[in-house]
């Protein structure tokens, strides 16, 4: 017996001997590929080069439950099929009885076929999936074995010593009185693939070959801060402010410290290789060596400072936080840094900021059909450039980026409904021509020719158009046609309000702006204020027009007069003209 039961011991791979392991019918089956078995491979010829110094080699843990005459395993079962298949493969042409047998519950012949590997062929593997498996993990050892001994001096009887009497397990055996299924769920119910990241770490915290005790003993200590570290900046990363500085979307790793280990390298998990960041740094030569792993840790450290620096400093924030917002990459962020002062490089900000928008005095021409993605870019740097340095709170990109799905898509609300479907009932036809009145008597400050006023004064021809709307207001009943007939006498007169300019645009996130639809001005005032209410993310700058922050004076509270307009395009031009003319960044 190994242990006993709800206790943990790690025997080697010898004191295996004689065990019979089961896989039960709720487990996965084998899915080891040739990739797999290559690096553990590679791991047990590396650590044979150091054998001689007393170090063991410790498997992944395993659980079991049960005897020494059937052991069911329940966590370990892929590792543990390949250690079976691998002393098979050294044991092939001896007479020595199998280590221990295992046969997986749902594959009747699967101990059998385990246990004779050797004479099996690629057909007879194709009775089902976990077979195929199986031998393909076969024949990746037996082509790495033909591959190392052109390069490497590995015996094969070496490394069979050396995985029977160096190689442990990390085991716990559980008592009867835990159900094995419900144990399994619960341990594989979180449990995630390994990431580019784990793996990375591991190269970073293994030892190394080639120093003496001393060094040993240092490099040992300085792997206990870069752990530390480690921990720090993932920590960090996971702080969804921090997160969303940087990044459109949320993480698709369970660890975040790949992208920063993703950004320095350049390289990308694929289809094709979805460990290339691991690979990158394992294939460096410089990972060899203590001076070579201190080195690259360095290059990373100083890469996530570099980021958390421009998170903290408010400045920074606001200006690389609105670029990598627009879309501008990161590494484009990085290339202006170079060899410059901090106060340059803040300069280069603002000047590349200022050549991914419009200039400031054609801003009032935008249209909301030929130019949206300039008026995206201006409306989002004006809600930015409302937390200045006289705020005391930043812009939340965070809030900006995402919400309960972990995306947000913004869009441009027309601020006065484009009027584009007419209510058909009585009640909401007359608050569309409470909103056709205020146009009328905002437009009344503006230059009508005299030609459209035939003779007689503005006031004259603005009063009696008035006193038909008020006319058709007190009537118990009032058509379409009516509404449209007066319609067309106020876009005679003043000429249509401009619907698609910038000057009656606002940013709001897609499913906001799908709530309001094509409400009327005061009864989208309410809904934005009870979205607000709700905890929904509305930018300080659409809330400001609802509420005519930008009017001067405020007038005709229910309606977006021409007048408002102006004043909101006038803010809009102010507040970016400033910002680019200022000596400093005004955050």
Request: aromatic share 12%.
């Amino acid at each position: 017996m190994i242990s006993s039961d709800n206790s943990i011991a790690a025997p080697s791979i010898e004191a295996l001997r004689g065990e019979n392991f089961m896989i039960a019918a709720y487990q996965r089956g084998y899915r080891w590929t040739r990739q797999q078995v290559h690096e553990l491979l590679n791991d047990l010829a590396e650590f044979k080069q150091r054998a001689d110094s007393g170090l063991r080699y410790c498997l992944q843990p395993i659980i079991v439950r049960g005897t020494q005459e059937s052991r069911e395993v329940i966590d370990g079962q892929q590792r543990l099929t390949t250690i079976h298949i691998l002393i098979s493969y050294l044991q092939r042409d001896t007479l020595d009885p199998e280590l221990f047998s295992l046969c997986y519950e749902t594959r009747t012949k699967s101990a059998e076929f385990l246990a004779t590997l050797a004479n099996q062929t690629w057909q007879s593997s194709r009775d089902n999936i976990d077979f195929h498996f199986m031998y393909s993990a076969y024949k990746a050892i037996e082509s790495w074995f033909a591959e190392k001994a052109l390069g490497q001096d590995i015996e094969e009887d070496e490394l069979k010593s050396l995985l029977l009497t160096r190689c442990f397990v990390i085991w716990y055996q559980l008592d009867d009185s835990q159900t094995a299924h419900d144990v399994f769920v619960r341990i594989n119910s979180g449990k995630i693939p390994l990431t580019n990241a784990e793996l990375v770490k591991a190269l970073f915290l293994k030892s190394r070959d080639g120093e003496d005790t001393e060094q040993s003993q240092e490099f040992a200590l300085r792997q206990l801060e870069i752990a530390s570290e480690w921990d720090q900046m993932e920590s960090a990363l996971h702080q969804e402010d921090f997160w969303y500085f940087l990044n459109q979307t949320a993480p698709i790793q369970a660890t975040r410290i790949d992208f920063i280990l993703q950004n320095l390298t350049g390289k990308e998990a694929t289809a094709q290789d979805a460990f290339a960041i691991y690979h990158h740094f394992s294939e460096l030569s410089e990972m060899t060596t203590v001076d070579g792993v201190l080195s690259q840790w360095q290059q990373i450290r100083y890469r996530f400072e570099v980021l958390a620096y421009w998170f903290d400093d408010r400045q920074l924030y606001h200006l690389v936080g609105y670029l990598l917002a627009i879309g501008t990459s990161l590494n484009e962020v990085l290339k202006l840094v170079h060899n410059c002062t901090q106060s340059e490089f803040r300069t280069r900000l603002k000047a590349w900021i200022r050549t991914k928008l419009p200039a400031i005095d054609d801003i009032p021409a935008l249209n909301f059909h030929s130019d949206k993605w300039k008026i995206h870019r201006v409306l989002l740097l004006f809600n930015v450039l409302h937390y200045g340095k006289h705020s005391s709170q930043r812009f939340p990109f965070h809030r900006f980026k995402q919400n309960s799905s972990n995306v947000t898509i913004w869009s441009l609300e027309h601020i006065h409904a484009q009027n584009s479907e007419l209510p058909r009932g009585i009640i909401d036809l007359k608050k569309w021509l409470e909103e056709l009145r205020s146009y009328v008597v905002g437009a009344s400050m503006t230059d009508v020719s005299e030609s459209k006023t035939i003779g007689r004064s503005m006031a004259e021809t603005t009063h009696e158009l008035l006193a038909a709307m008020d006319a058709a207001g007190q009537q118990e009943e009032l058509s379409q046609e009516q509404f449209l007939a007066l319609q067309r006498q106020v876009f005679a007169l003043f000429g249509p309000p401009d619907s698609h300019s910038i000057a009656n645009l606002a940013l709001l996130s897609t499913q906001d702006n799908a709530s309001l639809n094509n409400g009327l001005f005061a009864a989208k005032r309410q809904m934005i204020l009870q979205r607000e209410q709700q905890g929904a993310f509305v930018p300080l700058a659409t809330r400001n027009v609802f509420l005519k922050y930008y009017s001067c004076p405020p007038r005709h509270l229910s309606s977006w007069t021409i007048a408002d307009r102006d004043d909101y395009v006038k803010a809009i031009q102010d507040k970016l003209r400033d910002f680019f003319i200022s000596s400093d960044a005004d955050f």
